[in-house]
């Protein structure tokens, strides 16, 4: 009767379910315990749980940009320890090694637990979180002109950190004396800490309730589940060889831009993607681990594929990622790695370029990519107490074929991620915010229009702020797609109290910043979908009307008519007749 | 007398207790737009006689409706100069992390309606910049142009200097006498801009269509009745017609919290304080946790907000509730790569389930508890026909897996049953409580159904179906009080805290409350209940702490710090000693405590053998086909148990109980179940 009960479809379902919503389960713990904003409201973490051989079965995540990473901690934990024979209960293992190990930058740092049921090793709970801080030549840790890793910050090597259930105090002492915000980077490790032993508890019930056998088969079950449905996916792409090159702006130390590539061979049950070619690991800080470039892959495999599904390490078999050694997408010790980001989403990107042609109705026209981060430090005017703006910024998305691109959100990398509110950062930190709105710049025209980009000021209250900007895609902007019109790059200008402008920049170090001074941050605007000639007048109208567009704009890239006082419809240009007549034969 | 009703989307219930104590019920169809008619329908039908109700109390979805369906009036928006685009930037996010073609909530104003006033207020209230008035004018003008209807007015951190929304909101209506009105303050008084503009946005949108409701059922009813008139809240108490049409938002969730508020007076007549409190009906389940009686509100509601989508947040005060798309009506079915599945899509109550004989195709819970023969089809309006369902059941869940309509069938119950224990555990386990230590009580049309066997799984060992279960919720509102929440943003650390200060912003808070409940005409006694919400500093998310009415000193701050820590170790696993402690918000709530009526004695003799209606075979999990005994919930005389396997049935519900789980009716005409569950453990 047992036997029956438990080997049906039904109850591999309801263990398949239960065990999805434990790395749901974990992501929450982590959230409402950590003591960082970059944590608790950015959301820049993830947490999940593999089998015994580190295969990724469920992970929770706030953002998109770890979703190649836990898998890979913890194979470098078994890598290491498990020949040994020394993986234990109540062991936690500590690592952040950008060049291997699932690593990023030094900021992320993930913790990895063993899970025993009968002093059986049946799976790890794991999760990785940006730490506010982990030392480093640079406060916040993350910098955009470090020339070598050392500068970064503190390296974990896969260490333990908690053995047989006993804290290594000399090590959190270390962590302590390194770090400039320690109760932020200790709390932050407690919280990763609870979340792990929530994954630990739930996965052991499961084991308790249901047998092992079960939870084996349901665990075979699901990665077959995930194989299954991304090889379903991929049989409907049109089989080719897609190309597309483009640039990555610069390192942050004068040098670029850096040209590259990709080729993308989809078969039927296979795809590649193929970034041979493109440029060597650079002296500045924007090189990423192959680690990095597989998760940005990884993310728009899925937009492709299926955004909706369960993630989990079956859905990535048929994805296959190739580059040479030593590149910017995959950089060796002791290259810089802190902006690590700009490299990988721009691989990412490349592929999306790629396909958005032939894939209209998953994918878009480019979007502003970068996470567009800002740090801001300096003292509060009332309390004297040092602050740490750490945030990244929303920008404008691309439009694809039946939609107008999204207005002020965060990039591809980041997620469930949310800005500060402008009442919150008034009060906490030293500045006033003068405004917090869309930057309508006319770009990214198209039959669907690029989403607005942002723009938020904010003004010193104190003098000697430091404001550090590392805005990619400021070269370069979102492409259109079909005939849209590319929308704009991202950039930020400073305005001094005595009126003087300085900028537009991209990437900036450390610029300083007296009371009074403004620093006004513009994000692009997305690109535009199909020819703007295709756009309904009405929309154009419309568009005009809340501001998007200019009536110059109406006129001269959708060749719509209008009165300038009343915005009543007067007429079409011939051109855009023309190619409306054309597109109806 | 005392009578509630409840518009719901097929029904609208009426619920009274006559002379003797015993509750009555009546039902009648919902009939939009004109909603007023059915409830005057409900009352006709009823037979009571209208000129003997002392209080009616309402309850009514019209505000969730305009907002899902978008039928509210044409908004606009007017914000301080530089933010008008908070509204549509929102917080940025973005739930669904690998959909690139993600689609932001649209903003409820659209960017040409939203406009900026010159005026400033810094971080701590004081006026930077000066209201411009002349600026207001152009905008009026504009906006009459547009034959807007309604005005939402946000300026930055007026949560602690309102005095700029209040002016806009005097000189707009004195210009604009007929346009509808709504300031950020008058609707939440926290931090967080978005956060306000969207709730304030969504009061301005739905502010004409509720006045213009209330309005026509006051008028209706006062040609029948001279009663006082009460609409229920969100927060699970009741507020008065002409405040209702002011924050007309206060009531979305109504319905649903009701049943809630109910379960939690249930309980207190019975002995039972902790509760989960659990509601089936066609489309969704419902749950909230009640502990030492106390219902959870909290201001942290959305509305469509889901792991796919950010949805619009709501900052009024709203009971918790978790409501997950698995009703009687949800619909089973196999996703591509073989996994069977119930929900969210529902058959509703059109077509409906296959059983309803109506033009259903797809198999629902409801079609596979008949099938396996929890329902009989004697109980359906309709004739039923079981051979169509098998061969459904058979033909699109069976044949895939090579199983038997009836294996097909109780997999889909256990999927069902999977998918409602999650949202159990989320609101019990997940937040640290242990469930041996709660009673469940079950209503709604499906909650009887499925609850005894949830809480075994649960670990709950008490189950209660309540009398009157399927109309549950219109009977916790005739247990109502009057009730106002109001949360304030106050940050002081803990330590540091200002006890003069934070003893007249108590004061200030329970004034205002209490000025509205007299502006309005109440004269019930007032009790007040303060909370804190409290967090380490550097933390974001706050715990919600009870704090006693005294006048602030050293030895409450001590209290206060001790049961946060416990709390915060409760929820999250760990607590700081050494970490600072940091108030941000004042929760104060105002009840104003009416007479209700008791519950009464409806102790019943007899015997069970009288009480079984038929013996017929059903089929249970792990036991197979079994003949089983079916009780009229009527003639179950009280106090006598009975053992299952064994189903009660009774108009609109019928109660399950498995083998090894137990069974008796109590002096009121509760249904008490023991799961089995061994709770010493």
Known sequence: ?585 | MRVATDIGGTFTDLVYVDEKGNVQVEKSSTTPPNFEKGVLEVIRKSGINASEIEEFIHGSTVVINAITERKGVKTALITTKGFRDVLEIARGNRPDLFNVRYEKPTPFVERYLRKEVNERLNAKGEVLAPLNTDELLTIIDELKKEQVEAIAIVYLHSYLNPDHERRTKEFIESQWPEVFVSASYEVTREWREYERTSSTVLNAYVKPIASTYINKLNDELKQLAPSRNYIMQSNGGTTTFEHAKELPLYMLESGPVAGVYGSAVLGKEIGEHNIIAFDIGGTTAKCSLIEEGEMKVSTDYYIEKDSKRAGYPVKVPVVDIVEIGNGGGSIAWIDEVGSLKVGPQSAGSQPGPIAYGQGGTEPTTTDANLLTGRLSPKNFDYPVNLNVIEKVIKEKIGNPYSLSAVEAALGIIRIANANMLTALKLISIRKGHDPRRFAMVAFGGGGSMHAAALAKELGVNKVIIPFASPVFSAWGMLMTDLRQDSVVTYKSILSELDFEEISQEWTSIENRLLATFESDGVEEPILFLRFVDIRYVGQEHTVKVSVPEDEWNEQIVEEVKERFHQLHEKNYTFRLEDAQCEIVGLHVTALGQVKKPELANVEKQGTLTDAIKEIRPVYFEQIGWIETPIYDRELLPTEQVINGPLIVEEKAAVTIIEKGQSLHADVYGNLIIDTGVQTNA
């Open chain 1, 1 to 585: 009767m047992h036997e029956r009960i438990s080997q049906d479809p039904f109850t591999l379902e309801i263990v398949k379910d239960t065990l999805l919503s434990i790395g749901d389960e974990m992501f929450y713990t982590l959230a409402r315990t950590s003591m960082s904003p970059i944590i608790y409201e950015v959301l820049d973490f993830a947490c999940g749980l593999t089998d015994n051989k580190g295969q990724l079965l469920t992970q929770g995540n706030g953002v998109a940009g770890f979703i190649g990473t836990l898998s890979y901690m913890v194979k470098d934990v078994l890598y290491r320890y498990f020949g040994e024979g020394d993986i234990n209960p109540g062991d936690i293992f500590i690592i952040n090694d950008p060049y291997g190990g699932g690593g990023t930058h030094l900021s992320d740092v993930g913790l990895v637990m063993p899970i025993f049921h009968d002093h059986e090793l049946i799976g790890f709970s794991a999760n990785k979180a940006h730490w506010t801080e982990v030392g480093g030549k640079d406060i916040g840790s993350f910098t955009n002109d470090s020339t070598d890793i050392y500068q970064e910050g503190l390296q974990f090597p896969c260490i333990k950190i908690v053995d047989g259930g006993k804290e290594n105090k000399a090590l959190v002492e270390m962590i302590k004396s390194n770090v400039r915000f320690p109760e932020l980077s200790i709390g932050d490790m407690r919280a990763q800490i609870a979340a792990l032993k929530i994954g630990e508890k739930r996965f052991n019930e499961l084991y308790d309730k249901y047998s092992k056998e079960t939870v084996s088969a349901t665990i075979e079950l699901l990665l077959d589940q995930g194989e299954k449905m991304a090889r379903n996916s991929i049989l409907n792409l049109p089989n080719g060889v897609y190309t597309a090159t483009n640039f990555i702006d610069g390192d942050g130390l004068g040098n670029g831009p850096f040209p590259i590539q990709v080729k993308v061979t989809i078969t039927d049950d296979q795809f590649i993607c193929d970034f041979r070619g493109s440029h060597p690991q650079v002296p500045g800080p924007v090189n990423g681990s192959y680690t990095t470039l597989v998760t940005d892959v990884r993310t728009v495999f899925l937009a492709i594929t299926n955004p909706s599904q369960d993630v989990n390490d079956g859905v990535f078999r048929p994805l296959e990622v190739i580059v040479d050694k030593g590149s910017i997408f995959s950089a060796e010790r002791p290259a810089p790695v802190s902006n690590y980001w700009e490299s990988g989403s721009s691989g990412g990107d490349l592929v999306w370029q790629a396909l958005a042609p032939i894939l209209p109705t998953q994918l878009t026209a480019g979007h502003f990519l970068s996470v567009c981060s800002v740090t801001l430090a300096g003292k509060h005017h009332d309390t004297d107490d040092d602050f740490l703006i750490v945030e990244p910024s929303v920008g404008g998305w691309g439009a694809g074929s039946g939609q107008d691109g999204a207005r002020g959100q965060f990039c591809i990398g980041d997620g469930e991620t949310y800005n500060i509110p402008v009442e919150v950062a008034e009060a906490r930190y030293g500045v006033m915010v003068d405004s917090y709105r869309l930057r309508c710049d006319g770009k990214g025209a198209g039959e669907f229009i690029g989403g607005s980009g942002v723009i938020r000021s904010y003004r010193a209250l104190t003098d000697a702020q430091m404001a550090t900007v590392t805005y990619g895609r400021h070269l370069y902007a979102p492409w259109g797609v079909n005939g849209g019109e590319e929308g704009s790059p991202n950039e930020f200008s400073i305005i001094k109290n005595d009126g003087e402008m300085d900028g537009p920049y991209g990437m900036y170090a450390r610029y300083p910043l007296n009371e009074g001074d403004i620093i006004e941050l513009r994000t692009g605007t997305g690109g535009g979908y199909g020819s703007p000639f295709k756009r309904d007048a009405s929309k154009v109208q419309h568009d005009v009307k809340n501001g998007y567009f200019s009536i110059l704009d109406a006129e001269e890239k959708f060749g719509v008519l209008l009165n300038p006082k009343t915005l009543e419809l007067v007429g079409e240009t011939k051109e855009r007749l023309q190619v409306r007549e054309a597109g109806e034969l």
